[in-house]
């Protein structure tokens, strides 16, 4: 969390208590409402698809649509404040404002069949788990030898997708190399690359950023549950299995 976000929820946080129970009960603002004021605010026109109150009592939630893409701001009851910030719940260090955004941006069934055209090359047996990864990502790197742990064990076949960083110089052309190649994971665990950049590669290299960063997805590694649901970052092997419903 940044300084600038942790500014703007003590001003939030504080202006909750100072309105006590008033705002505790209190109704959100109507969708055309929040659309209203959003538009007044950065002189730009967001359609609010709905608004709920927000796991803070007093802040509401806004499901907004910015193209294929959906996310979340936060108003009070009156619709007197934005508020564009994250919030985390404490107790567990949850970034409930991501959780919601992945939630709402759940990958359908035909998208995830979209993704299985877009597949790199597949590795294990048991639950299916898509995992996007950038040979050169360090975050990568540890949550691929978790992942092999599972695939050893026998619990999870792991379908990879290539999805190259820009600030990664040579990433997309390792990518492209890998799958032209077919040198599968172990052509991702040692960055391996030749002079070999296929149009079938790169076009499905291509294909891979250009559709996963439709769905919101920018960084690495993110994992794509076979229910819809993904999360970027890494996971510890234990939270992993829980996800799959293996604990």
Known sequence: MNFRSIVIWSVVLS???????????????????????????????????????????????ATVSLGAQKRVIYTDSKGKYIINGQIFRVADRTNVTRETIQELNRFTPAQLKTLDNLVAFEKGTGKTLYFVTDPMCPYCKKA???????????????????FPLRFHRGAKEQCISIICDKKGLEGLKSQYRSNNQCEAGKKQVEDTVKFLQ???????????????????????????????GLN
């Open 144 to 162: 691929e030898k978790v992942l092999e742990q599972l695939i050893d064990e026998g619990k999870v076949k792991v379908k990879f997708l290539l």
């Open 214 to 244: 439709q769905k919101g997805i920018t960084g690495t590694p993110t994992y794509i549950f076979t229910d819809g649901r993904y999360h970027s970052g890494v996971l510890q092997k234990d939270i992993l299995l829980k996800k799959l």
């Open 15 to 61: 202006f909750v208590l100072m309105t006590g129970t008033s705002m505790a009960g209190a109704n959100c603002p109507s969708a055309e409402k929040v659309s209203e004021i959003i538009q007044k605010t950065f002189n730009r026109s967001i359609k609010v698809d709905k608004v709920n109150e927000s796991v803070v009592k007093g802040v509401c939630e």
